[in-house]
C-alpha cells in the first residue's frame, strides 16, 4: 500500500462553511466516504494539499422519498439509501443500483455525491505511478496521448463506471448544485459531457462534468411517473468489490398489452453515464421480437466498443445489450 502525501483536512458543519472553505481553497477537493478519491491520491493520480470533509454536514444527509418524489443529498451513503424503506418501495431502481456498488464496507462509506462524480476509468490511468511512468502516462494525466484510442486527436476514452447515474436518468433527475456564484439546478444528464467521439462533442473521459469552478452537487432529486416499474443490473467480474464491465437500468410504463412508456440507461461503457435516444419510437405497442431487436440496435449505435478494462470493448457492448433486453423483457412481464 502506497502512504498518503501530506494533506490539511477540514472538517465544516453547515454548508456555509463548506462553501467558505472552498473559497479560501480553490483547488481543494470534497471528501464524502473517500473510497475512490483516497486511492487516486495514495496512486499519485492526484494530489490536493486541502480536503474538505462534508460528513459533519447535517443537511447533506437528508433522504427523503415518497410515491410522489425523491430527494437525496450527497453526502447521504449508500447503505443508507439501499436500506431506506421509501426508496426500496417506490424507487427500486434507484435501491438497487445503490446496493450493488462495491462491497457492504465501502457502501457503508461511500457517499452519493461521491458515485454521481465518479471518476472516469481505464487500464492505462487506474494504475501506480510507476506503472503509468513505464507506459509514458496517459492523456488523462500528464501524456500526450490516449492509449486506448492513440489516434483520438486528443479525446480521453477513460469510462464512466458510476452505479447510480443511470437508474437516476430513467426517472429524469434533477441536480442540485452550489458554488461561488449560488444555487444552479440542472437536469442531471447535463451534468456528464460528451461522449467522447469524434463528432464535436464538448467533454470526454478526461473533461466529463460540467461543474464549474467551485461548484459540488449538493443533492439530486427527481418525481416518480405514475405506473413506472424500474430496475438495475449489471454485470462484473465479481459479485462485490467489481466495477461494471456494464450496467443498466430500465424503467417502463406498460399500458394493457402495451409499451408505453420505455427509458434506458447505461454505465460502464461510455465516458458518461448514457441514456439512450430513439426509444420512444419503440413504444405504442406490444414488446415484440422486432421491438427487442430495435432495442439491440439503439444500444450497438450508442454503447462504445472501447478497451478500457481487461475486458475487450466488444463485449462490453455485447453485455449492455443483452441485459437491456432482459430486463425491459422482465419489467413488462411484471
Same mark, same amino acid.
Given at each position: 500500500?502506497?502512504?498518503?502525501?501530506?494533506?490539511?483536512?477540514?472538517?465544516?458543519?453547515?454548508?456555509?462553511?463548506?462553501?467558505?472553505?472552498?473559497?479560501?481553497?480553490?483547488?481543494?477537493?470534497?471528501?464524502?466516504?473517500?473510497?475512490?478519491?483516497?486511492?487516486?491520491?495514495?496512486?499519485?493520480?492526484?494530489?490536493?494539499?486541502?480536503? &474538505?470533509?462534508?460528513?459533519?454536514?447535517?443537511?447533506?444527509?437528508?433522504?427523503?422519498?415518497?410515491?410522489?418524489?425523491?430527494? &437525496?443529498?450527497?453526502?447521504?451513503?449508500?447503505?443508507?439509501?439501499?436500506?431506506?424503506?421509501?426508496?426500496?418501495?417506490?424507487?427500486?431502481?434507484?435501491?438497487?443500483?445503490?446496493?450493488?456498488?462495491?462491497?457492504?464496507?465501502?457502501?457503508?462509506?461511500?457517499?452519493?455525491?461521491?458515485?454521481?462524480?465518479?471518476?472516469?476509468?481505464?487500464?492505462?490511468?487506474?494504475?501506480?505511478?510507476?506503472?503509468?511512468?513505464?507506459?509514458?502516462?496517459?492523456?488523462?494525466?500528464?501524456?500526450?496521448?490516449?492509449?486506448?484510442? @492513440?489516434?483520438?486527436?486528443?479525446?480521453?476514452?477513460?469510462?464512466?463506471?458510476?452505479?447510480?447515474?443511470?437508474?437516476?436518468?430513467?426517472?429524469?433527475?434533477?441536480?442540485?448544485?452550489?458554488?461561488?456564484?449560488? /444555487?444552479?439546478?440542472?437536469?442531471?444528464?447535463?451534468?456528464?459531457?460528451?461522449?467522447?467521439?469524434?463528432?464535436?462533442?464538448?467533454?470526454?473521459?478526461?473533461?466529463? /462534468?460540467?461543474?464549474? @469552478?467551485?461548484?459540488?452537487?449538493?443533492?439530486?432529486?427527481?418525481?416518480?411517473?405514475?405506473?413506472?416499474?424500474?430496475?438495475?443490473?449489471?454485470?462484473?467480474?465479481?459479485?462485490?468489490?467489481?466495477?461494471?464491465?456494464?450496467?443498466?437500468?430500465?424503467?417502463?410504463? #406498460?399500458?394493457?398489452?402495451?409499451?408505453?412508456?420505455?427509458?434506458?440507461?447505461?454505465?460502464?461503457?461510455?465516458?458518461? @453515464?448514457?441514456?439512450?435516444?430513439?426509444?420512444?419510437?419503440?413504444?405504442?405497442?406490444?414488446?415484440?421480437?422486432?421491438?427487442?431487436?430495435?432495442?439491440?440496435?439503439?444500444?450497438?449505435?450508442?454503447?462504445?466498443?472501447?478497451?478500457?478494462?481487461?475486458?475487450?470493448?466488444?463485449?462490453? #457492448? #455485447?453485455?449492455?445489450?443483452?441485459?437491456?433486453?432482459?430486463?425491459?423483457?422482465?419489467?413488462?412481464?411484471?
Amino acid at each position: 500500500m502506497y502512504p498518503l502525501p501530506e494533506f490539511e483536512l477540514l472538517r465544516p458543519t453547515t454548508i456555509d462553511e463548506v462553501l467558505a472553505a472552498r473559497a479560501r481553497h480553490p483547488d481543494s477537493r470534497l471528501l464524502g466516504g473517500g473510497t475512490d478519491l483516497l486511492v487516486n491520491i495514495r496512486r499519485g493520480i492526484e494530489a490536493p494539499a486541502v480536503l &474538505i470533509a462534508v460528513a459533519d454536514v447535517a443537511e447533506l444527509h437528508a433522504i427523503e422519498a415518497t410515491a410522489g418524489e425523491i430527494s &437525496i443529498g450527497a453526502a447521504a451513503t449508500l447503505a443508507d439509501l439501499a436500506a431506506h424503506d421509501g426508496v426500496r418501495a417506490h424507487y427500486p431502481v434507484v435501491a438497487e443500483a445503490a446496493e450493488q456498488v462495491a462491497g457492504p464496507t465501502q457502501r457503508v462509506m461511500a457517499t452519493v455525491g461521491g458515485n454521481l462524480c465518479l471518476d472516469t476509468r481505464c487500464i492505462y490511468y487506474n494504475q501506480s505511478e510507476w506503472w503509468r511512468g513505464a507506459n509514458r502516462h496517459c492523456l488523462k494525466t500528464t501524456g500526450e496521448m490516449c492509449h486506448v484510442a @492513440p489516434k483520438s486527436r486528443g479525446v480521453c476514452f477513460a469510462t464512466f463506471s458510476g452505479d447510480l447515474a443511470p437508474a437516476l436518468l430513467v426517472l429524469d433527475a434533477e441536480a442540485t448544485l452550489l458554488g461561488p456564484d449560488g /444555487l444552479r439546478r440542472i437536469p442531471l444528464a447535463d451534468l456528464y459531457t460528451g461522449y467522447a467521439r469524434q463528432d464535436g462533442s464538448t467533454g470526454d473521459g478526461k473533461n466529463y /462534468l460540467s461543474l464549474r @469552478p467551485g461548484e459540488f452537487v449538493a443533492k439530486v432529486a427527481a418525481r416518480n411517473p405514475r405506473g413506472l416499474r424500474s430496475a438495475y443490473r449489471k454485470i462484473r467480474v465479481r459479485r462485490s468489490i467489481e466495477y461494471p464491465v456494464a450496467g443498466v437500468a430500465v424503467a417502463l410504463r #406498460r399500458d394493457g398489452d402495451a409499451l408505453a412508456d420505455l427509458r434506458v440507461a447505461f454505465t460502464g461503457t461510455n465516458p458518461r @453515464p448514457v441514456r439512450l435516444e430513439g426509444t420512444d419510437a419503440l413504444c405504442g405497442g406490444p414488446l415484440t421480437e422486432d421491438i427487442c431487436q430495435k432495442l439491440d440496435d439503439l444500444v450497438r449505435d450508442q454503447i462504445m466498443a472501447m478497451k478500457t478494462t481487461f475486458t475487450p470493448g466488444h463485449y462490453r #457492448r #455485447r453485455v449492455a445489450g443483452v441485459l437491456a433486453r432482459r430486463l425491459t423483457t422482465e419489467l413488462f412481464a411484471g
